[in-house]
């Protein structure tokens, strides 16, 4: 839902904003400074303590006692259910289509190209039938083609998105996510128009072709994991130096939802090539289908999200100029021009447990995921032993695209959620698909009678289901989430890379086991990935990625046991990190200290910049509003800082405005401050 326009949306701050009536006590003795006025105590506590984590006393929403925990939660997350319904009722009287226009702007856009990557992947194993069918010779007794160009279509198609997923990872730290974005949508293009016009002087000259077709798409396709991921988290955090309540409560459902096109992606392409069958053959989906139909059929299904894609080009070159600003930002406090070496250095040092959870999750989980959807006929072949036609094959698939873009909405409902979130999320999905496996494997011969069948359909549609709900969704938003910004697609793209090593070894060990066999084999990797998110992967859920990157600060200055926030609280921290001390710092009243400690310091840079010529808020790494604080701030740092430089200067304030140099108390009622501006 739409949030204000303003990128520091605080509102009145109640029950903690400035006491302009002096009737309530706006904050508790965890806030009380003998410096400060009532009023700048309470401003700096509605700015310091957002409303939606923490209490009006102080405290941190994950160190309440359960029972509270759970009223605080439940009381924030219905505030702003009630809220975002009434900005779309709003909007819905003002303009009835204006809610499509949001969410095809804020949701589908931004997964453009997830939505055109997972129609070209996942359209592999659908055509695949029909060119069996169509073309017996090449693609099952192999007399005219290779076997192993045939095989090579899974294989190939794997490495190019490995290699697209490191590369452009590199890159899109390196040279920033604009240009990452530009060269995956450019890639794509280009790919589909070799997919389309793949031809051969022979059949297996055909094969080869559309395969080398498949390795150069997927160079794109890889990179944009890293690319959306990481342009979708940052461009839902502020330009200013305080985190929003748009980060903190819907950072997840804004990168999930943009991931869950890939899912509309595998929807469109089943519906099209169910449509462009029924069109080229007669209007009949069952077979013997002819060449020519079979290859109508196949070469539009590529050039129609050619089209898509060549207008994604232009989106992201000429729409999307600001896509590298929070990078830019973070080198700039870092003075790195080029790629960030040493952050890589310290990531690994730092945060290395974190990279073998989301590299090692997400092999586990794509083992599951490709291997389910490359080889998907021959699970449906088991559902419908008696069947030739494709046309049964490919609407069996669509009721289980269906079922899993139920699973992808769910998790982006549900991902932000600070009673389950992220962790338990992918745990509870990765144990779902380690039951729902295992189940079928050790009693196979029993599921397959045709009086039992519908069991094993439901357990299989479940388990793409909590696929989705789970493992699938989570892995791709938590493997940029928990790294800081400068190594964030870096970081991100190793370990999609990784998890497509899981998709190739389900593309080579698929070709040489039975359907039975991969059920005794895939159960396993839901119960390692469930392990590893235990152990190592920390729950992110409600921290905002500014107090992130204000850790990773200290770090980079070697302070790392100054640092006292809720980065390190127990809650934001995985088990081995516990286990390590690494928490041990924490401490909500230091870390108070610290933070008016540091916007202090952004204070006097801002009023400094005033009086020097060559200094523009862009030096410091933020927009012209950053050093936007509320009068009492100002007041406040004004009449307690020792800066000759500024003592030095004019008696006035931002805006000309005469500072109090007392206590602060008294305000025009005319100039009412807000907590922020």
Not at 269 to 277: A, M, P, T
Not at 405 to 429: E, P, Q, T
Not at 596 to 614: F, H, I, L, P
Not at 634 to 652: E, I, M, Q, V, W
Request: hydrophobic share 40%.
């Amino acid at each position: 839902m739409p949030q204000e326009p303003s990128l520091r949306d605080y509102g009145p701050a109640a029950p903690h904003g400035p006491n302009m009536t002096h009737h309530h006590v706006a904050t508790q003795d965890i806030d009380v400074r003998k410096d400060m006025s009532e009023n700048e105590a309470s401003v700096f506590h509605a700015l310091l303590h957002p409303d939606d984590i923490y209490t009006a006393e102080g405290t941190y929403w994950a160190d309440l006692p359960m029972g509270q925990r759970v009223q605080f939660v439940t009381k924030v997350d219905r505030e702003e259910t009630r809220r975002e319904f009434g900005s779309f009722w709003s909007m819905f009287k003002n303009d009835p289509l204006s809610p499509v226009g949001f969410y095809l702007k804020n949701m589908v856009l931004p997964g453009a190209g997830l939505g055109l990557e997972g129609y070209v992947l996942f359209s592999i194993g659908n055509v695949r039938p029909l060119l069996q069918d169509t073309f017996p010779t090449c693609w099952k007794t192999f007399e005219t083609c290779n076997e192993t160009w045939t095989q090579a279509i899974d294989y190939l198609e794997i490495c190019g998105i490995i290699v697209g997923q490191i590369l452009v990872g590199i890159i899109g730290d390196w040279l920033g996510r604009r240009w990452g974005l530009i060269q995956d949508a450019t890639i794509m293009f280009i790919g589909l128009l070799m997919l389309t016009a793949a031809w051969g002087v022979t059949q297996n000259g055909w094969v080869i072709c559309y395969v080398w077709a498949l390795f150069f798409y997927g160079v794109g396709v890889g990179g944009e994991y890293p690319m959306t991921a990481t342009s979708g988290m940052e461009n839902a955090v502020g330009s200013g130096k305080i985190s929003t309540k748009e980060d903190r409560l819907h950072r997840g459902r804004k990168v999930t939802s943009a991931f869950l096109m890939q899912g509309w992606g595998q929807f469109a392409n089943q519906v099209i090539l169910i449509v462009l069958l029924l069109i080229f053959h007669h209007g009949s989906g069952n077979p013997p289908y002819s060449k020519v139909s079979a290859q109508w059929t196949y070469r539009i299904s590529f050039a129609i999200p050619a089209v898509g894609t060549l207008w994604l080009v232009y989106y992201r070159y000429f729409k999307m100029r600001s896509a590298s600003k929070q990078l830019m930002i973070s080198k700039a406090k870092g003075n790195v021009t080029g790629y960030d070496s040493q952050s890589l250095k310290l990531t690994l040092t730092y945060f290395g447990p974190r990279l073998l959870a989301t590299a090692g999750a997400w092999f586990a989980n794509d083992v599951f995921f490709y291997g389910n959807k490359l080889f998907q006929n021959q699970f449906i072949a088991v559902l419908t032993p008696n069947n030739n036609s494709v046309m049964v094959g490919w609407l069996y698939n669509l009721i289980n695209v269906g079922v899993s873009l139920v699973g992808y909405y769910l998790a982006s409902f549900l991902i932000d959620n600070k009673l389950y979130g992220r962790k338990w999320m992918m745990i509870v999905g990765f144990m779902a698909d380690f039951i729902l496996f295992v189940v079928p494997a050790f009693n196979f011969n029993f599921f397959i009678q045709p009086e039992h069948i519908h069991a094993f359909q439901a357990m299989y549609f479940l388990s793409s289901f909590f696929n989705q709900f789970g493992p699938n969704s989570v892995t791709f938003l938590v493997a940029a989430e928990v790294f800081p910004t400068p190594i964030r697609a870096t970081a991100h793209g190793f370990s999609a890379a990784v998890g497509k090593l899981g998709a190739l070894l389900a593309a080579v060990l698929y070709n040489y086991i039975d359907t039975q066999t991969k059920f005794y084999v895939v159960p396993w990797f839901g119960l390692a990935g469930a392990v590893l998110t235990w152990l190592f992967l920390p729950d992110t859920t409600g921290l905002d990625l500014k107090e992130q990157e204000r850790r990773w600060s200290y770090i980079r200055a070697g302070r790392e046991e100054d640092y006292h926030g809720i980065a390190i609280h127990p809650k934001h921290l995985s088990v081995w990190e516990r286990f390590r001390g690494v928490g041990k710092h924490y401490d909500a009243d230091l870390d108070y200290e610290s933070k008016v400690n540091e916007m202090r310091e952004d204070w006097v840079k801002a009023e400094e910049s005033k009086y020097t010529e060559k200094t523009k808020p862009e030096a410091v790494g933020e927009d012209e509003d950053s050093d936007e604080y509320s009068q009492h701030v100002h007041n406040y740092f004004k009449r307690t800082t020792d800066s000759p430089r500024l003592k030095a200067g004019s008696g006035n304030g931002i805006m000309g405005q005469p500072l109090d140099e007392s206590s602060g108390d008294e305000i025009s009622n005319e100039k009412s401050p807000s907590d922020v501006r």
